[in-house]
């Protein structure tokens, strides 16, 4: 992964759930003081008096956000600031203290929705050459939750070989209608499957439509499948 590429999701949304796989990870019982990380050792303080606070308060937050209805400006304020100071600690997680230690593997990188190390020498991960599958799931309300991966017959594999995540294009409209790449506005990111919108009240009923794309570990993107669409229930 070139270090020019920003691997943090570009949305509040995505970030957020990308953080909390990361924190869930991290606390699962066993991986904390295996990746060098116990609350008695240097790297381990740090989590608990920098990168907790951090955590907490960005949480705290986004809950507070994240129902439209109630983003007045102090709250989406508070939220950007917040997140800013996640994002830097964040990094230096990432950067400082997971990426290049010994004790934690490409393995304990994927199931945080972190980026792999490179491995086979200096060759990058090739862009993206197919497209993927998608299915909806519209349980509940005011949510669609999109499972995406690899086209490949079985459901099974998530994402193909030097893939990160997928990025999802789309929009509301409120009548069914015919639509093309260019009218899909909005753009969330995910590193794993499935990646999930948030909608207002005002929006049930209304029709979203959206399509997916891979990324790599270098940002580079590849072909847009199908433009699908669901019901906002």
Do not use: C
């Amino acid at each position: 992964m070139r270090e020019s590429h920003d691997w943090l999701p570009q949305n509040h949304t995505g970030l957020y759930q990308q953080v909390v796989l990361t924190w869930n990870y991290i606390l699962a019982p066993g991986n904390r003081a295996r990746m060098g990380l116990a609350p008695d050792s240097t790297q381990g303080a740090w989590f608990d008096t920098v990168f907790t606070p951090a955590f907490n308060n960005y949480g705290a937050a986004y809950v507070a956000w994240i129902n439209p209805a109630d983003r007045t400006p102090g709250i989406i304020t508070k939220l950007e600031e917040s997140e800013a100071v996640l994002k830097a600690e964040y990094r230096k997680l990432y950067t400082g203290t997971l990426k290049d230690s010994p004790v934690v593997t490409n393995f304990d990188l994927q199931e945080m929705g972190l980026p792999k190390r490179h491995t086979g020498g200096n060759t990058p991960a090739p862009v993206p050459g197919t497209r993927p599958a998608a299915s909806v799931n519209t349980s509940q309300f005011r949510r669609i939750s999109i499972e995406f991966y690899e086209d490949d017959g079985t459901h099974k594999k998530a994402k193909p070989p030097g893939v990160h995540g997928a990025e999802v294009r789309w929009a509301v409209f409120d009548n069914l209608r015919e639509v093309h790449i260019n009218d899909l506005t909005n753009s969330s990111f995910d590193t794993h499957t499935p990646l999930t919108l948030e909608f207002a009240d005002e929006d049930r009923g209304k029709i979203l439509y959206f399509a997916l794309r891979w990324e790599n570990t270098r940002g580079e993107k590849g072909p847009f499948g199908a433009i699908m669409n669901a019901i906002i229930p």
